[in-house]
């Protein structure tokens, strides 16, 4: 997660004057994941593997090392993750506009980018029936059988909507999360179980709304933990906290 110091002016002056920082020291086994890459979604740590995925444009930012997923990412077995486009080697639902996209049919995304914006919630995947009737989406991951706590965000810090959103979150076919609220930073995030049984999991997002424009989805995120045992759920419910921490933290240091 790195090192990072604070420095404050004492009582009565306006400014700080920084010389030089020198830090030593050795890593500590187990303290941080092994051979995290922003092409792997997988790291582990304490002996526990977990998942973690940043949605948005190719050559955006990745938030933590957490492994850069675009619209264009469809599932494969070789690959363990991926977004589900077709059924019966066809495009689910033909475009608004012309051909089915050759790809993630329905499926777009956005980098916000500028200043103040923390590389989470920046850039993201979307849907939006004013562009293609597609709008359901499901994004698969290769898992060993066993419980999962998931850590879903969403939000879009330029054009989100604040207030109830049209959408929701399905996970092995059961409604999870929905009734999603966005604050003043347009920004939210979900937490919610989920039992995998074939050896998949599959994150499912719709939404419903009479204006076209405003049915569609919005993610930036997933983090996909096990909940197995008291260990597991305890070091799942602290890594949430962690990253919901370290959002916080890399917005307001960008501001």
Known sequence: DGLRFVFHAVPGRAYITLSEIEVWGTPVAGAAPDSVSVSDPKRTEDGITWWAFDFGPAGSPSFAQFCVVDSKTVYSREKGYGWIPYEGGEPLVESNFGPASASVPGLGE????????????????????????????????????????????????????????????????????????????????????????????????????????????????????????????QFADAKIERIRAAVIREHQEAF
């Not at 419980?147 to 959408?167: F, K, N």
């Not at 929701?168 to 995030?189: I, Q």
């Not at 999991?201 to 096990?226: K, Q, S, W, Y």
């Open 110 to 233: 956005r980098d916000r980018g500028g200043a103040g914006s923390d590389a989470l919630f920046r850039d993201f995947v979307m849907t939006s029936e004013y562009y293609h009737t597609q709008v359901r989406q499901t994004f698969a991951v290769d898992v060993p059988d066993g419980a999962y706590r998931i850590l879903s965000m969403h939000g879009d810090t330029e054009y989100g909507r604040r207030g109830v959103q049209p959408y929701w979150v399905e996970a092995e076919g059961e409604r999870v999360a929905e009734n999603l609220k966005l604050p003043w930073s347009r920004t939210t995030d979900a937490v919610f179980d989920a039992t995998v049984t074939d050896g998949r999991l599959d994150i499912t997002l719709d939404a419903e709304h009479e204006n076209p424009a405003n049915r569609g989805f919005v993610l930036n995120g997933l983090a996909i933990l096990p909940a197995n045992t008291d260990e597991e759920r």
